[in-house]
């Protein structure tokens, strides 16, 4: 099933690399002239990007509205706050190149900045490593920037089951598509990547967590988050999932990845 998924998804990956090739001019909503909106900087981080050291970028909004969400200043245009200048990150960057390994640029949703493109490739002539953190709704320009060799990491948000999906993230109605896209993208294998599910008792059964394991079946890794209630969430009201269970569901998880294991318990 594996290697009919791999063409499939190769196939899907050329088309798309094609077109963006041939017609980049904005195709997916990028302007090489427009700026990245960066609401934080954390200058150091040990834990954001799998062995390296590095600081973490936070791009500003987000298409999703899920109720666990840690980061509602950057998701609620209510909630936002200044901008940081593009450049003052830039001018960060360039006076730690050589001490930082690496660059995560997280959020909100990272792939909805218009700047992106041209942002990634600052970075790279840099000469840092860049680890993207998403929530897999484009799968267009996650490919396009995969293949330009603008990304060497990808951590995306798995938020559910795909029945549940809509409920989960906070988008009624919701397609899928794109994210069931996203996943086949990273699954080809052409980039270290991860899938991450933070668990919430409200939204995530055990049999939830197993359909998970069902429909990404032989993905690289896969990790379970305790939720944490931050103080900045979406909703309120919402909790953990007890310890035991997760140490279960990681237990029953385990035939389906190549490594899997909880986070933040
Ligand atoms: S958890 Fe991620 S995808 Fe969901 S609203 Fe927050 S930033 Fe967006």
Redesign the pocket.
């Known amino acids: 099933m594996l290697r009919a998924l791999d063409f499939k998804v190769k196939i899907l990956y050329v088309v798309l690399a094609t077109i963006e090739t041939t017609t980049y001019t904005g195709k997916f909503g990028e302007k090489e002239d427009a700026s990245m909106k960066i609401a934080g900087l954390q200058k150091l981080t040990l834990l954001d990007y799998p062995g390296k050291v590095a600081c973490t970028v936070f791009a500003s909004g ?1 298409n ?3 109720p666990f ?1 840690h ?1 509602a200043a ?2 609620l245009p209510e909630r936002k706050q200044a901008d940081i200048p593009e450049s003052d990150v830039i001018a960060f960057l360039r006076k730690r190149a050589g001490l930082l390994e690496g660059v995560c640029l997280s ?3 990272p792939l909805l900045q218009q700047g992106i493109r041209a942002f990634l490739r600052r970075i790279k002539e840099l000469g840092y490593f860049v680890k993207l953190d998403t ?1 897999g709704s484009r799968p267009e320009l996650l490919g396009c920037l995969m293949e330009e060799g603008l990304l060497d990491y990808v951590a995306m ?1 798995i938020k559910n089951t795909p029945s549940k999906y809509a409920l989960t ?2 988008v009624p109605g919701m397609d899928t598509a794109p994210v069931i896209q996203s996943a086949e993208l990273l699954m080809c294998g052409r980039i270290p990547y991860e899938f991450r599910t933070t668990v919430v008792r409200e939204f995530h059964t055990r049999d939830d967590l197993v359909d998970i394991g069902r429909w990404l079946k032989g993905a690289q890794r896969y990790f379970l988050q305790g939720f944490v209630d931050s103080g900045d969430l ?1 909703a309120s009201g919402l909790h953990p999932a007890e310890p035991e269970e997760l140490a279960r569901a990681i237990q029953l998880l385990k035939p389906f990845f190549n490594e899997t294991a909880l986070r933040g318990v």
């Open positions: 987000c999703f509205r899920c969400c980061n950057l998701v959020g909100g949703e929530n948000d993230a906070g979406i």
